[in-house]
T-cell receptor
Framework: NAGVTQTPKFRVLKTGQSMTLLCAQD?????MYWYRQDPGMGLRLIHY???????AKGEVPDGYNVSRLKKQNFLLGLESAAPSQTSVYFC??????????????FGPGTRLTVT | DAKTTQPPSMDCAEGRAANLPCNHSTISGNEYVYWYRQIHSQGPQYIIH???NNETNEMASLIITEDRKSSTLILPHATLRDTAVYYC???????????FGTGTKLQVIP
């Protein structure tokens, strides 16, 4: 049981390049999330998904797109990278919350630098 | 979700109890208090949550005041591995969006 995994762990892009970050979970979770964390700041939600084939915007969605074609995978795309997108990106997943408890399980993060 | 206020940093001697406070004066009746922590460069880790009653698990204890306007996370015997940023979050049960603030940076000192 690997939990939540993220690919790649590190990446350097030039301004204008595109890339896709992959998040995978093996816990059969319905909900998945993408966050970014900038130095000295808390996590900010980019996009999230409440199930296969559905996505929704979070706090800071501009410049990113997402897709959830399979339940276990959640992809984050940068179509035209900008230096402002230099950050650490965390993926998380959680059970469908029929009750109050909704622990989120986080991946190890992807460190992205845009030059 | 209700806003939370935490001190930016705290120190604790190794082996002593670490008491991390959180103010959430605008919490509503159906909002839970959650605690996560983030050890340097890693993804956040769930610690504990509660609604009204005090809660305890293998990692920590959560004390919520009777008026629910504040809470304290207690690490009973802090170790160097507990050095991390601790986030207090209040949210409605079942609501998926979680807002992380800047948390409290706990430094456990040998």
């Amino acid at each position: 049981n690997a939990g939540v995994t993220q690919t790649p762990k590190f990446r350097v892009l030039k301004t204008g390049q595109s890339m896709t970050l992959l998040c995978a979970q093996d816990m059969n979770h319905e909900y998945m999330y993408w966050y970014r964390q900038d130095p000295g700041m808390g996590l900010r939600l980019i996009h999230y998904s409440v199930g296969e084939g559905t996505t929704a915007k979070g706090e800071v969605p501009d410049g990113y797109n997402v897709s959830r074609l399979k339940k276990q995978n959640f992809l984050l795309g940068l179509e035209s990278a900008a230096p402002s997108q230099t950050s650490v990106y965390f993926c998380a997943s959680s059970y469908e919350a029929g009750g109050p408890f909704n622990e989120q399980y986080f991946g190890p993060g992807t460190r992205l630098t845009v030059t | 979700d209700a806003k939370t206020t935490q001190p930016p940093s705290m120190d604790c001697a190794e082996g002593r109890a670490a008491n991390l406070p959180c103010n959430h004066s605008t919490i509503s009746g159906n909002e839970y208090v959650y605690w996560y922590r983030q050890i340097h460069s890693q993804g956040p880790q769930y610690i504990i949550h509660g609604l009204k009653n005090n809660e305890t698990n293998e990692m920590a204890s959560l004390i919520i005041t009777e008026d629910r306007k504040s809470s304290t996370l207690i690490l009973p015997h802090a170790t160097l591995r507990d050095t991390a940023v601790y986030y207090c979050i209040v949210r409605v049960g079942g609501y998926q969006k979680v807002t992380f603030g800047t948390g409290t940076k706990l430094q456990v000192i040998p």
